[in-house]
């Protein structure tokens, strides 16, 4: 099973600041065959169902605001908010769809100051 | 507008079954794979099945393997979870899913506590 490694695994930032959350995969989710990374990033809200943010590492889905990055490539993944808003508060997974099973990581719980 | 409508869930014994349900609306449910996928009270998220489009292929996880069984009903937009000896350790709020690379609509969830 691809195992997948989310840091930190909380972190609290003041509104209008940037932040930045690793995800990690125990092995390469990069598709030789179209270049394509099978890497995405969910975000929850508090009480919510989670919500598809951003797939092939780095689209993003309609209706979500251009503040939500999401880079890298391989192995090591990044998700980006450029200026966090209060709305942003939320635990953002990470989740692999290279290969069954389908894993996630454990999350990064963002907490806003 | 797509829409995912859980039902079924409850409060169930130990070795007992459950059966749940998803209505699907809004999009055309026999174009796409379904999942569903689980979250153990204040955990993260496990993936539980995932079905084909026309419900011939099915995969599991290894913690359910053998007790869950996926099935879709393509002329009723419908997605189910069946669940056969249910443990303690299956309590979660189980999302419905469609999974059009990646999972990119959910359904509002479904609470199964498994207890005696």
């Known amino acids: 099973d691809i195992v997948m490694t989310q840091t930190p695994s909380s972190q609290a930032v003041s509104a209008g600041e940037k932040v930045t959350m690793s995800c990690k995969s125990s092995?390469?989710?990069?598709?030789?065959?179209?270049?394509?990374?099978?890497l995405a990033w969910y975000q929850q809200k508090p009480g919510q169902s989670p919500k598809l943010l951003i797939s092939?590492?780095?689209t993003r889905e309609s209706g979500v605001p251009d503040r939500f990055i999401g880079s890298g490539s391989g192995t090591d993944f990044t998700l980006t908010i450029s200026s966090v808003q209060a709305e942003d508060l939320a635990v953002y997974y990470c989740e692999q769809y290279y290969d069954t099973p389908l894993t996630f990581g454990s999350g990064t719980k963002l907490e806003i100051k | 507008e797509v829409q995912l409508v859980e039902s079924g869930g409850g409060l169930v014994q130990p070795g007992r079954s459950l059966k749940l349900s998803c209505a699907a609306s809004?999009?055309?449910?026999?174009?796409?794979?379904m999942a569903w996928v689980r979250q153990a009270p204040k955990k993260g998220l496990e993936w539980v099945a995932t079905i084909s489009t026309s419900g011939s292929r099915t995969y599991y996880p290894d913690s359910v393997k053998g007790r869950f069984t996926i099935s879709r009903d393509n002329a009723k937009s419908s997605l189910y979870l069946q669940m056969n000896s249910l443990k303690s350790e299956d309590t979660a709020t189980y999302y419905c899913a469609r999974q059009g690379y990646p999972l990119d609509y959910w359904g509002q969830g479904v609470m199964v506590t498994v207890s005696s």
């Open positions: 092939w590492a780095s």
């Open positions: 809004g999009f055309t449910f026999s174009n796409y794979y």
């Open positions: 092995q390469s989710l990069l598709y030789s065959e179209n270049k394509k990374n099978y």
